[in-house]
């Protein structure tokens, strides 16, 4: 599989699922991974995880921000991932506290001001060679 990823958001895939499960098989031809935007914010039905071609889950910024209320939800959507076999991604860390959280329930990826703000597009590529805006977060 390529090191390209297309994120798509729940609402986006659901608004039409024949057309999006030919669409993503079709995307896979090409050696693109796919990857599921705001998991948790949209539709309630998870039959399409298994029916789409994906390979990671996103997890909405949101799940993050209530962190402080439990981590009951974050380690089922883990849980969910881990079960079907795909990454896992968080997004909205903005502090090493949240990060650290992150790590310690075991998902892969983190996204954030945490890492990086957002950058004009002159500026991605030597953000790129200093430093990766999504990071690894587990080895």
Not at 28 to 52: A, E, M, P, V
Not at 98 to 105: D, F, G, H, M
Request: no cysteine; aromatic share 8%; glycine share 8%.
């Amino acid at each position: 599989m390529g090191s390209l990823a297309l994120e798509i958001t729940e609402t986006a895939l659901m608004e039409n699922r024949d057309v999006a499960e030919q669409m993503l098989r079709d995307l896979r031809t090409l050696n693109l991974k796919i990857h599921i935007d705001d998991f948790g914010t949209g539709y309630s039905s998870l039959s399409y995880l298994s029916r789409f071609p994906i390979d990671a889950l996103k997890v909405d910024s949101s799940f993050v921000q209530s962190m402080r209320e439990g981590h009951e939800i974050l380690r089922t959507i883990l849980a969910l991932a881990r079960n079907l076999g795909l990454e896992t991604i968080v997004e909205g860390l903005e502090t090493a506290g949240q990060a650290e959280k992150i790590t310690e329930l075991g998902f892969d990826y983190g996204q954030g001001f945490y890492f990086a703000p957002p950058l004009e597009p002159d500026e991605v590529v030597n953000h790129l060679n200093s430093y990766k805006n999504e990071k690894k977060l587990s080895s």
